[in-house]
């Protein structure tokens, strides 16, 4: 995957996912009219988060963070608006956290490195989101000492009960910090925690909205 979209390519045809992070032109670009946060934001840093919602024809849903917890904007882009992509993969791909100049600083950055030791013993295909992975991908400094470490593992098939126990516990003993991940199953997500302690119906996050689901991997995405 080229982390700049080629000048032959399509956006059109450009794959996008939850947490993915847009490069985009301006505030422009964007469907609704936003707040005035909005501009100050992107002024800073153009970048946009693709939300889980239903997509419309040629458009993706989209958020725009502020630089507090209550200044999010949800929107819809334009495809031929975005100019990059980069996918929280990716961002394990290039250890792009190790260039991050406040990863001594950042205890949520810094954990990185144990969190990618733990998931190759696990074989998972992960990457950081949230504030975490916005800076590292941004390289705007919004996360914090107390920011809690989003995470996203792509896992289109099933994972055992025995496996997610086994890596919740590692995350939770080894980790200085709280950790927040999402199982990504292709249709939508379930978080790890809830996984874990067994509980059913589980939570199912999805393009149109939360369900509770008895079998998370056999919902039609």
């Known amino acids: 995957m080229e982390e700049v979209l080629s000048s032959c390519a399509s956006p059109r045809l450009i794959e996008v996912s939850p947490h993915d992070l847009l490069r985009i032109k301006s505030v422009d670009d964007l469907s609704q009219l936003p707040p005035a946060w909005v501009y100050t ?28 917890r ?3 904007f949800a929107a819809y882009l334009s495809r031929e608006a975005i100019l990059e992509r980069v996918t ?26 144990l969190v990618g030791r733990i998931m190759l013993e696990f074989g998972l295909q992960w990457g950081p989101s949230g504030s975490v992975g916005f800076e590292i991908a941004t390289g705007l400094p919004i996360a914090t000492m107390n920011s809690d470490l989003d995470l996203v593992i792509r896992a289109p098939n099933k994972l055992s009960h025995d496996l997610c126990r086994r890596l919740c516990n590692r995350l ?31 939570l199912f996050r999805s393009a149109t909205g939360p369900k509770l689901v008895y079998r998370p991997w056999h919902i039609a995405g």
Request: glycine letters at 8%; hydrophobic letters at 40%.
């Open 172 to 202: 939770a003993d080894e980790l200085p910090v709280r950790t927040d991940v999402l199982i990504e199953t292709g249709a939508g997500a379930i978080a790890l925690a809830e996984y874990v302690r067994g509980d059913l119906p589980i």
């Open 70 to 72: 209550d200044q999010r």
């Open 41 to 68: 934001s992107l002024k800073r840093s153009c970048w946009v988060v693709v939300r889980r919602s239903f997509p419309r024809e040629g458009m993706v849903p989209v958020g725009v963070r502020g630089t507090s």
């Open 88 to 113: 929280p993969e990716e961002l394990v791909r290039r250890l792009a956290w190790m260039k991050n100049g406040r990863r001594e600083e950042i205890s949520p950055i810094r954990a990185l490195d």
